[in-house]
């Protein structure tokens, strides 16, 4: 049974930061890269940032130059440092996990970027 634990999420002012974080749990193994989507309401999920298990990572265009995505691979986490947060950046962000057999969501956190 694998599980995926995120933290991090909550409001914060437009400008500021957020660090969200994703563990996964369980019998998992051979994981092909660690990523972060979000949907805000009435919109599709989109990709924010992936990992690989060689460090390659990718961004969204909406996102490169404020979000940084890194991983502990000990410890089987991925997290997401966003700074300079947009009320656009508002959503819910998933943590995905895709191994070489399939791929696993966690149950999501919220961003809201308010003033």
């Known amino acids: 049974q694998v599980q995926l634990v995120e933290s991090g999420g909550g409001l914060v002012q437009p400008g500021g930061s957020l660090r969200l974080s994703c563990t996964a749990s369980g019998s998992i193994d051979n994981i092909l890269y660690m990523g972060w989507y979000r949907q805000a309401p009435g919109k599709q999920r989109d990709l924010v940032a992936t990992?690989?298990?060689?460090?390659?990572?990718r961004y969204a265009d909406s996102v490169k130059g404020r979000f940084t995505i890194s991983r502990n691979s000990a410890k089987n986490t991925v997290y997401l440092q966003m700074d300079s947060l947009k009320p656009e950046d508002t959503a819910v962000y998933y943590c995905k996990v895709m191994t070489s057999i399939k791929g696993y969501w966690g149950q999501g956190t919220q961003v809201a970027v308010s003033s």
């Open positions: 990992i690989t298990r060689g460090s390659t990572t």
